[in-house]
Nanobody, 128 residues
Framework: QVKLVEFGGGAVQAGGSLRLSCAAS???????????MAWFRQAPGKDLEWVAG????????HYAASVNGRCTIGRDKATNTPNLHMNLLMPEDTAAYYC??????????????????WGQGTQVTVSS
């Protein structure tokens, strides 16, 4: 069974940056190349929001309009797990951030129901 763990959350001031990473166990790096991956977030009292996704090849990336131009998603070359660089953070970016994988998807779906495994989340808090 695949287990995902997110790292890198924290408290920053508006305009700051954070880098989130995701570690996986229970799966080999080669096998993980068959998964598309994504980051989601959920703020208190709000629905789960898809933030960014990356194809299983790592070539194609997709972003929600709310973060486009401020975030970059990538895949770690050694582990094939996703990372998320976030710049120019705003208070509205405050949320718990989750990495997730979608088995056999070439491109990352935007529906959380299509994802196979989820991490437990890492908190990002942006103060004004």
């Amino acid at each position: 069974q695949v287990k995902l763990v997110e790292f890198g959350g924290g408290a920053v001031q508006a305009g700051g940056s954070l880098r989130l990473s995701c570690a996986a166990s229970g799966i080999t790096t080669d096998t993980y190349s068959t998964y598309a991956m994504a980051w989601f977030r959920q703020a208190p009292g709000k629905d789960l929001e898809w933030v960014a996704g990356i194809s299983r090849s790592g070539v194609a990336t997709h972003y929600a309009a709310s973060v486009n131009g401020r975030c970059t998603i990538g895949r770690d070359k050694a582990t094939n797990t996703p990372n998320l660089h976030m710049n120019l953070l705003m208070p509205e970016d405050t949320a718990a951030y989750y990495c997730a994988d979608a088995y056999l998807y070439v491109t990352p779906p935007m529906d959380g129901g299509d994802y196979t495994d989820w991490g437990q989340g890492t908190q990002v808090t942006v103060s004004s």
